[in-house]
């Protein structure tokens, strides 16, 4: 329970006792009866009118539930050894068993670690009673009934006891008596612990945490003891040895060596006279002439040796080029040039009183400062005057070198440009260029967009005007193609793309009879048999016209036959035409002209004396016909409106009506037989 609410119900407990007809026990009984049936406790059905009583029930109730959450936690930590499952939500409930759950897997771990059970860092209040539990929960016995001696002078046998009930407590003469450190709840059966923090009944210092346990208390240091020591039971900070404890980071050529509050690595050997150990352990010469006083007596000069020093009068001082001779009398030069490894690195050298002269090889410089032979940068020195165009500094001289596309010259300095055509880069043609090539390809191929030196067929069939490469159909090959026309009715012509229509009616490669005429279409051919109706005759020979055959039958009416005297139909016509399959309908067609006999007495268009109409064979209203003026004669003109796809054949039943005051006075029929190849143009 939260330390406020337990404060709360403490004061409200003292101060108010009495002045409620109902007790604040019966209140707080109330609230935890429906805490355990998971009621809403900020909605709760009051017993009391009384404030005191509303506020008791509500955090009794609210103790419940929070003690039933915990509860959830701990049995999962204790079941399943882990909290994952609570991770998922992050409702106020769930982060509280969450905290249960991992504040009791915190004790568990110090118990199987051999820990004290009670934690050493600061935790909050519920955190350290749930895992204090959790601990004392693993270990052995903790469940022992108290020993004789620990208890009062009591027995359990009296018969009263029988049915006493006590939990945590003992039965004298059927009343349940609590240990030391608690005390006996309202059911007067159950002892509960006695929180000494919290009632302030403790006895802990200034300086020092109140820590509650199960029947007690402890106390511990509020500020930890620091490195190197460790808090004992008996709150006291104690060194911690870590030589014998193992946890000093020493090398196995170093002793651990322990002290307060720390420890020390010394080094297994010992160094002699003359020498000083490092961190390390090594023994390092001590070069006893850099002292500030000196080793050695006045007009000595010191040496230093391995682990010692050694004194030498002081004679004669020599300058720098000059070192004393073998008896020490006297200053004699030192010739540096002396020996294969002399101070000029390989180059010629000229040995001089106290000095020496380095006489460099070509592309080296003599440095007076260093006294050594540098290098000369030729490249930085002379820019752009020693490379056509890469110039690359090495050890005494200098490399030129070119840019892709050129090789260098005979003169090692300038560049001549590279013929890459000769190691044949391109697949095809290749053009060399001043510094690179081009790759080109031969008619009907493409350079690839890819390596550019790859050609690629160009499939002109299936470029954007492949279809018209071809009137027909169009075979790509290897950097061309061939155009083919359809098996039957058409022949190449002779630019190899259009097909050109057979007329089997001139070559005589027809079957018709001789009572049928050969009509002509679009890769085949008709043979066609028009015969005149009764009461109508030919009238003179069929004329042969370009993509029509036409046949005239005239009225001729037996004597007395009224009926078709009055037949307002004078004349019926057949003919025929062959219409391609348009691969391009933008406009319609013109495709039959209808003429009248007699001009027009009106200058206009809209003359009623003459109308043209279609009477039957209209494929999907494919045809119109219209009426204008040519040369002063009356013209009907059959349009085609809308592509059709082939093959079609229809008959187009047309009439060229003459109308006299409204009335149809004679008709022609004209009959057009339309056929529709499927070849496209």
Same mark, same amino acid.
């Given at each position: 329970?939260?330390?406020?609410?337990?404060?709360?119900?403490?004061?409200?407990?003292?101060?108010?006792?009495?002045?409620?007809?109902?007790?604040?026990?019966?209140?707080?009984?109330?609230?935890?009866?429906?805490?355990?049936? *998971?009621?809403?406790?900020?909605?709760?059905?009051?017993?009391?009118?009384?404030?005191?009583?509303?506020?008791?029930?509500?955090?009794?109730? =609210?103790?419940?539930?929070?003690?039933?959450?915990?509860?959830?936690?701990?049995?999962?930590?204790?079941?399943?050894?882990?909290c994952?499952?609570?991770?998922?939500t992050? +409702?106020?409930? +769930?982060?509280?068993?969450?905290?249960c759950?991992?504040?009791?897997?915190?004790?568990?771990?110090?118990?199987e670690?051999?820990? *004290?059970?009670?934690?050493?860092?600061?935790? &909050?209040? %519920?955190?350290?009673?749930?895992?204090?539990?959790?601990?004392?929960?693993?270990?052995?016995n903790?469940?022992?009934?108290?020993?004789?001696?620990?208890?009062? /002078?009591?027995?359990?046998?009296?018969?009263?006891?029988?049915?006493?009930?006590?939990?945590?407590?003992?039965?004298?003469? $059927? +009343?349940?008596?609590?240990? =030391?450190?608690?005390?006996?709840?309202?059911?007067?059966?159950?002892?509960?612990?006695?929180?000494?923090?919290?009632?302030?009944?403790?006895?802990?210092?200034?300086?020092?945490?109140?820590?509650?346990?199960?029947?007690s208390?402890?106390?511990?240091?509020?500020?930890?003891?620091?490195?190197?020591?460790?808090?004992?039971?008996?709150? %006291?900070?104690?060194?911690?040895?870590?030589?014998?404890?193992?946890?000093?980071?020493?090398?196995?050529?170093?002793?651990?060596?322990?002290?307060?509050?720390?420890?020390?690595?010394?080094?297994?050997?010992?160094?002699?006279?003359?020498?000083?150990?490092?961190?390390?352990?090594?023994?390092?010469?001590?070069?006893?002439?850099?002292?500030?006083?000196?080793? @050695?007596?006045?007009?000595?000069? @010191?040496f230093?040796?391995?682990? *010692?020093?050694?004194?030498?009068?002081?004679?004669?001082?020599?300058?720098?080029?000059?070192?004393?001779? =073998?008896?020490g009398?006297?200053?004699?030069?030192?010739?540096?040039?002396?020996?294969?490894?002399?101070?000029c /690195?390989?180059? $010629?050298?000229?040995?001089?009183?106290?000095?020496?002269? @380095?006489? @460099?090889?070509?592309? #080296?410089?003599?440095?007076?400062?260093?006294?050594?032979?540098?290098?000369?940068?030729?490249?930085?020195?002379?820019? &752009?005057?020693?490379?056509?165009?890469?110039?690359?500094?090495?050890?005494?001289?200098?490399?030129?070198?070119?840019?892709?596309?050129?090789?260098?010259?005979?003169?090692?300095?300038?560049?001549?440009?590279?013929?890459?055509?000769?190691?044949?880069?391109?697949?095809?043609?290749?053009?060399?260029?001043?510094?690179?090539?081009?790759?080109?390809?031969?008619?009907?191929?493409? !350079?690839?967009?890819?390596?550019?030196?790859?050609?690629?067929?160009?499939?002109?069939?299936?470029?954007?005007?492949?279809?018209?490469?071809?009137?027909?159909?169009?075979?790509n090959?290897?950097?061309?193609?061939?155009?083919?026309?359809?098996?039957?009715?058409?022949?190449?012509?002779?630019?190899?793309?259009?097909?050109?229509?057979?007329?089997?009616?001139?070559?005589?490669?027809?079957?018709?009879?001789?009572? %049928? *005429?050969?009509?002509?279409?679009?890769?085949?051919?008709?043979?066609?048999s028009?015969?005149?109706? =009764?009461?109508?005759?030919?009238?003179g020979?069929?004329?042969?016209?370009?993509?029509?055959? #036409?046949?005239?039958?005239v009225?001729?009416?037996?004597?007395?036959?009224?009926?078709?005297?009055?037949?307002?139909?004078?004349?019926t016509?057949?003919?025929?035409?062959?219409?391609?399959?348009?691969?391009?309908?933008?406009?319609?067609?013109?495709?039959?002209?209808?003429?009248?006999?007699?001009?027009?007495? !009106?200058?206009?268009?809209?003359?009623?004396?003459?109308?043209?109409?279609?009477?039957?064979?209209?494929?999907?209203?494919?045809?119109?016909?219209?009426?204008?003026?040519?040369?002063?004669?009356?013209?009907?003109?059959?349009? %085609?409106?809308?592509?059709?796809?082939?093959?079609?054949?229809?008959?187009?039943?047309l009439?060229?009506?003459?109308?006299?005051?409204?009335?149809?006075?004679?008709?022609?029929?004209?009959?057009?037989?339309?056929?529709?190849?499927?070849?496209?143009?």
């Open positions: 329970m939260d330390l406020c609410v337990i404060v709360l119900l403490l004061s409200l407990c003292g101060l108010l006792r009495g002045q409620d007809p109902i007790s604040l026990d019966d209140c707080c009984k109330d609230g935890k009866d429906r805490g355990q049936e *998971s009621q809403d406790c900020t909605s709760l059905p009051l017993i009391s009118e009384s404030t005191t009583c509303r506020i008791a029930q509500e955090q009794c109730c =609210a103790t419940v539930l929070d003690d039933n959450i915990c509860t959830i936690g701990i049995n999962m930590a204790k079941d399943q050894g882990s994952d499952s609570l991770l998922s992050s +409702t106020c409930e +769930t982060k509280t068993s969450k905290m759950c991992e504040c009791c897997l915190l004790g568990r771990a110090a118990q670690r051999g820990l *004290s059970c009670d934690l050493t860092f600061a935790v &909050g209040y %519920q955190c350290g009673v749930v895992s204090r539990a959790c601990c004392v929960d693993r270990l052995p903790t469940h022992a009934k108290p020993t004789p001696d620990a208890q009062p /002078d009591a027995s359990n046998t009296d018969d009263r006891c029988k049915d006493a009930g006590c939990v945590n407590g003992l039965c004298v003469n $059927g +009343t349940c008596v609590c240990l =030391a450190g608690y005390k006996l709840k309202a059911d007067r059966k159950t002892c509960e612990d006695i929180n000494e923090c919290l009632l302030g009944a403790h006895q802990c210092r200034p300086g020092e945490r109140c820590i509650n346990t199960l029947g208390y402890r106390c511990q240091r509020e500020v930890s003891c620091g490195t190197g020591y460790e808090l004992t039971d008996s709150n %006291q900070c104690e060194d911690i040895d870590e030589c014998e404890t193992g946890t000093h980071n020493c090398g196995a050529e170093m002793l651990c060596q322990n002290s307060v509050g720390s420890f020390r690595c010394r080094p297994r050997m010992q160094c002699g006279e003359g020498f000083i150990q490092d961190a390390l352990g090594s023994c390092i010469d001590i070069n006893e002439c850099l002292s500030v006083t000196g080793p @050695c007596p006045a007009g000595h000069m @010191c230093n040796t391995v682990g *010692s020093f050694t004194c030498q009068r002081q004679s004669v001082n020599c300058g720098r080029g000059y070192h004393l001779n =073998a008896q009398t006297r200053c004699v030069d030192i010739d540096e040039c002396a020996g294969p490894d002399n101070s /690195d390989g180059h $010629g050298c000229i040995n001089l009183l106290g000095s020496y002269r @380095c006489e @460099c090889r070509s592309g #080296f410089v003599f440095n007076s400062i260093t006294r050594s032979c540098e290098d000369i940068n030729e490249c930085r020195n002379y820019p &752009g005057r020693l490379c056509a165009h890469k110039c690359e500094n090495i050890l005494g001289s200098y490399k030129c070198s070119c840019t892709t596309g050129f090789k260098l010259a005979s003169d090692a300095r300038n560049c001549d440009d590279l013929d890459e055509c000769e190691s044949a880069p391109c697949s095809q043609e290749c053009a060399n260029v001043y510094g690179s090539y081009q790759c080109y390809c031969r008619r009907g191929y493409q !350079l690839s967009d890819v390596d550019g030196i790859t050609c690629e067929d160009i499939d002109e069939c299936a470029l954007p005007t492949g279809g018209h490469i071809c009137s027909y159909r169009c075979y090959t290897p950097g061309s193609f061939h155009c083919t026309c359809p098996a039957t009715g058409y022949t190449l012509a002779p630019n190899g793309r259009s097909c050109q229509d057979i007329d089997e009616c001139v070559t005589g490669t027809h079957a018709c009879t001789e009572s %049928q *005429s050969c009509f002509n279409i679009q890769g085949g051919y008709k043979c066609l028009f015969d005149c109706p =009764a009461n109508y005759r030919r009238s020979d069929t004329p042969r016209v370009d993509r029509a055959d #036409f046949i005239r039958c009225k001729s009416c037996q004597p007395n036959d009224i009926s078709c005297v009055l037949d307002p139909i004078l004349s016509s057949h003919t025929a035409i062959s219409l391609p399959t348009f691969r391009e309908f933008n406009k319609p067609e013109e495709i039959v002209f209808l003429r009248s006999s007699t001009p027009s007495p !009106l200058p206009h268009m809209d003359s009623p004396e003459i109308i043209y109409d279609i009477l039957e064979g209209n494929v999907q209203n494919s045809f119109d016909i219209i009426k204008r003026l040519d040369h002063g004669m009356i013209v009907g003109v059959v349009r %085609q409106v809308k592509p059709l796809v082939g093959p079609v054949s229809t008959v187009l039943k009439a060229m009506n003459y109308v006299t005051n409204g009335v149809v006075s004679h008709r022609n029929i004209i009959n057009v037989h339309i056929y529709v190849s499927e070849f496209w143009f």
